[in-house]
């Protein structure tokens, strides 16, 4: 019986079929990468040129909004401190926190609320842009009849609650005589003692003879359209600097 119950477990064994071992996994065969597909460089920058231009431009828009802003000067009624062609950064931040002082030289929005030429929403848009870059700004602001809606840049002479008055030596502000080392000997011609309302500033160009200013249709200029300080002379290269 013992032989019989040996002989059968050794046909049960010998029916079954036993696989191979595998093989470890370091010594299995590994299937060769694709080979990379390579882009052509050209075509690659091509590609992410309109998200670098979009990128670009929203930045520009955000600086030209926020912080600064370049201007091209159209006249000659800052000169000697600015002359026509010159192309000045101005800078927004400070009245931000604050209020213009005196002596500071302003860009400030029409406060005739001069409407300008109807443009289209595109239209619209780069010229608003190309103020920003300070490649517009041709027509001639101090001459009423040219419907130039093109901002203002002055000087501030008197602030909201001066009183204001042009004398034959020079320009007084409640009373005293004010220093303006600027004008170089350039005299003002005399005018009418005025108080400047609340919330309101006196400006005045540099070229005392040839500026549309608050001496006369221009008038007092909101606080409110204010853009922003002048501090430096971006071009031409022979007079780029800060403005004093």
């Not at 010998?14 to 460089?41: F, G, L």
């Not at 009423?144 to 001066?162: A, F």
């Not at 004008?183 to 160009?205: K, N």
Request: aromatic share 10%; with cysteine.
């Amino acid at each position: 019986m013992a032989a019989d119950a040996f002989r059968g477990r050794d046909r049960y064994a010998s029916s079954v079929k036993t696989s191979p071992p595998e093989a470890p996994e370091a010594d299995r065969p590994k299937s060769e990468p694709e080979p990379a597909k390579h882009r052509n460089p050209v075509i690659q920058f091509l590609s992410e040129l309109p998200g670098l231009f979009i990128m670009d431009l929203i930045l520009a828009v955000l600086i030209k909004t926020f912080l600064f802003q370049a201007f091209f000067i159209p006249t000659g009624s800052m000169e000697p401190t600015l002359m026509p062609g010159d192309r000045v950064l101005v800078n927004k931040l400070p009245y931000y926190f604050g209020e213009p002082h005196r002596g500071d030289i302003i860009v400030f929005e029409n406060p005739n609320g001069s409407s300008g030429p109807e443009r289209s929403v595109i239209g619209g848009f780069f010229h608003w842009l190309s103020q920003g870059l300070g490649v517009s700004g041709q027509c001639d602001p101090d001459k009423p009849e040219s419907g130039c809606e093109t901002d203002y840049i002055k000087r501030v002479i008197g602030l909201p609650g001066d009183t204001v008055q042009g004398k034959k030596d020079g320009v007084y502000v409640n009373g005293a005589k004010l220093d303006e080392p600027y004008l170089h000997d350039v005299r003002t011609a005399p005018f009418d003692e005025h108080t400047v309302p609340a919330g309101m500033l006196f400006v005045m160009g540099d070229n005392r003879s040839n500026s549309l200013d608050s001496r006369f249709s221009l008038g007092d200029v909101p606080i409110d359209n204010v853009i922003g300080k002048a501090f430096v002379i971006m071009w031409p290269p022979s007079r780029a600097g800060l403005l004093h």
